[in-house]
Nanobody, 125 residues
Framework: QVQLVESGGGLVQAGGSLRLSCAIS????????MGWFRQAPGKERDFVAA????????NYADSLKGRFTISRDNARNKVYLQMNSLKPEDTAVYYC??????????????????WGQGTQVTVSS
């Protein structure tokens, strides 16, 4: 089993920045690709960003390219999401997820095996 715990969410003004962290524990000897998703109230869970196990390949939702950056530190078993120039429409619960397909960037939520509990990000106008 793999456990994921997100942190770093909060309230920020529009134009501000936040860095989310996802701590991975459990069966971390396996190699997992990771992803970030978000879900706003009354909406579906949307893809934000994904990264391969080695960190060499990343993928982003088109609307977020240039503002969000995903990265990982396998020595610390952590994945990060740097969010800049935040907008009110970025308000959502952000989730990290893991899938044992190390060399792929996975954009479909249904393919992920493990999920964190989520962290709330609220951007005020």
């Amino acid at each position: 089993q793999v456990q994921l715990v997100e942190s770093g969410g909060g309230l920020v003004q529009a134009g501000g920045s936040l860095r989310l962290s996802c701590a991975i524990s459990g069966r971390t000897l396996s190699h997992y690709a990771m992803g970030w998703f978000r879900q706003a109230p009354g909406k579906e869970r949307d893809f934000v960003a994904a990264i391969t196990w080695g960190g060499g390949i990343t993928n982003y939702a088109d609307s977020l390219k240039g503002r969000f950056t995903i990265s990982r530190d396998n020595a610390r078993n952590k994945v990060y999401l740097q969010m800049n120039s935040l907008k009110p429409e970025d308000t959502a619960v952000y989730y990290c997820a893991a899938v044992p397909i190390p060399a792929s960037v996975v954009t479909r939520a249904t393919m992920y095996d493990y999920w964190g509990q989520g962290t709330q990000v609220t951007v005020s106008s």
